[in-house]
């Protein structure tokens, strides 16, 4: 008797990841960014540059209003952002496009930092100039294009559901400081291209900033 050909398994479809960075504070409390691996080339140029230049302003106002020790996921309308503060004085950041699984990126986050601090001694973390020269940051990032489901599976098992800050939008975690219309106008990073973009995209509601 036969049972014909078992079905094939679907395959996994890869996720975009946008941007992968791990950023310290400074002593004025102002956060950098150490080492930073990004891909918006789906973008034409222009959105692409000023893209760029808003998930940096946007990562840096995150880390500064987080709390040393949270885990956040942050849901805009087309991607979210997820983030680790730990009590070593550095704070890991991937913001993907939607439906990322978040213990699979708190995964990536947590093997980003473990990666960061046996690369880096404590006192290169701390007083080394950036940017950091980290080649390897890349290969993280593009594997965490596919979510890897062992590593779901012990983020889960490490990770309790109640540990995680669930934020609707960045101007929730932000709302301790600066607005981030306000954050944008006053930015010296920021050219007159990306500001112009991002009024742009605030006006028609098509922005979250870092997409």
């Not at 890869?14 to 891909?39: I, M, S």
Request: proline letters at 4%; glycine letters at 4%.
């Amino acid at each position: 008797m036969s049972y014909g050909t078992a079905p094939e398994t679907p395959k996994q479809q890869p996720k975009t990841v946008f941007y992968l960075g791990v950023l310290r504070l400074k002593p004025d409390q102002k956060a950098e960014e150490l080492a930073v691996d990004t891909d918006f080339s789906s973008m034409n140029f222009i959105a692409r540059a000023s893209t760029t230049s808003l998930a940096s302003l946007t990562a840096k106002a995150i880390a500064e209003q987080t709390k040393v020790g949270e885990r956040s996921t942050i849901v805009e309308k087309i991607g979210e952002i997820n983030l680790y503060k730990t009590s070593f004085g550095i704070c890991a950041i991937i913001v993907t496009e939607l439906n990322y699984d978040r213990f699979a990126a708190q995964g990536v986050l947590t093997k980003t930092i473990d990666a960061f601090r046996s690369k880096f001694t404590p006192t290169e973390i701390k007083e080394k100039p950036a940017p950091f020269n980290w080649p390897e940051l890349r290969k993280l990032r593009t594997d965490a294009i596919l979510e890897d489901k062992a590593s779901i599976a012990a983020t889960r098992r490490e990770l309790d559901e109640t540990k995680f800050i669930l934020h609707q939008t960045i101007e929730k975690v932000l709302e301790r400081g600066e607005k981030l219309d306000t954050l944008v106008a006053k930015s010296d990073e920021l050219g007159i291209m990306s500001k112009n973009f991002y009024k742009v995209s605030r006006q028609q509601n098509s922005c979250c900033v870092v997409m």
